[in-house]
Every structure is written in C-alpha cells, then in structure tokens.
C-alpha cells in the first residue's frame, strides 16, 4: 500500500477479510475486558465481603490493621480493573476505528456505522421505552472521542469499588 495513496492496494475480497479482523478484534478485546474485569471486582468485593462476614482473627495484626490491608488490597484490585478497562477499551476503539477506517475508504456505506439500519419509516412506527433505550446505548461513536458504554460502566464500577475500600480502609485506621 502506498502510504500517500488514499486509496488502498487491497482487492475487495482482502479488504473485507481485513474489515473483519479489526472489527472482531475490538469485539474481543471487549470480551477480554469484561471477563478480566468480572474476576478482578468479584475478588475485590469477595476479599471484604469474606472478612466482614467471616471477621478477621490474627495473632499478627490487629483486627483494624488487618481490615485496612483486607481493604488496601481491594483498593489495588479495583484500580488495576479501572486500568484494564481504560486499556481495553482503547485497544477496541483503535481496531474499530480501523474497520471504520477501511469502510469508509471502500465506500462500504453499509459496514460504515453512521449507516442508520432504521429507516425514517420504521422509526415513526415507534417502539418502546427500552428498544429507545437500548438504540441510544449501542449509537455509533467516534471512536477517538468516546468509549462505547460498556467501558464506562466498568470504569464507573472499578472507581466506585475503589472509593469503597478507601472508607473502609481510613474506618479501620481511625478506630
């Protein structure tokens, strides 16, 4: 490929096989964050769950350290999921971005996402609150500027679990 073309040197078929590596490899790393994200807030919230439900006996420590490090430690997991999902989620958006890319340049107007499948006509049929809901969610987006939801939601929860065992860490020290 000429890198001052505009037009790519691949056959249409090529293209295609091409389109569709990137577009399910941002369906992937998607998969990959929500998979990895799931193990590391079960854990986290299991860690101080365990101990609340459990209590904490140690000779070690006291009982307020050993919640503090318990929480400290959650702290950590919950971080590294925030990390994950800003990770993930710009790997997806980079490899769609890419199908995007290829789409657009071949004139493939039905792969471009902006290509609405929901004609004017079907739209004044109307549908309920929550396929409005679900179409507003799922919208393209240009990918350089935004994370698709599901990031956000991960995010959202990984800063919030975080949030979390900080209370429950400086609760546990102040005692």
Known sequence: ??????????????????????????????????????????FSIAVIGFAFAQGIHTKLVS????????????????????FVTLIYGGYA?????????????YK???????????TDERKKL????????????IAPADSYGRLAPIFIIYLTLSLLSAGVHIIIMIVALLQ
């Open 1 to 42: 490929m000429d890198r001052n073309s505009s037009k790519l040197q691949w056959t249409n078929a090529e293209a295609i096989d091409l389109w569709k590596a990137y577009a399910g490899t941002g369906g992937a790393d998607k998969n990959w964050m929500i998979n990895i994200c799931n193990w590391l807030l079960g």
């Open 63 to 82: 009982e307020p350290i050993a919640y503090a490090i318990l929480a400290f430690f959650g702290f950590m997991l919950s971080i590294v999921s925030a």
């Open 93 to 105: 958006n980079w490899n769609w971005a890419k199908a995007d890319q290829i789409a657009r340049v």
């Open 108 to 118: 493939w107007k039905i792969l471009d996402p902006y290509d609405d499948p929901w």
């Open 126 to 137: 109307g549908s309920s609150l929550f396929a409005r809901l679900s179409r507003r969610l």
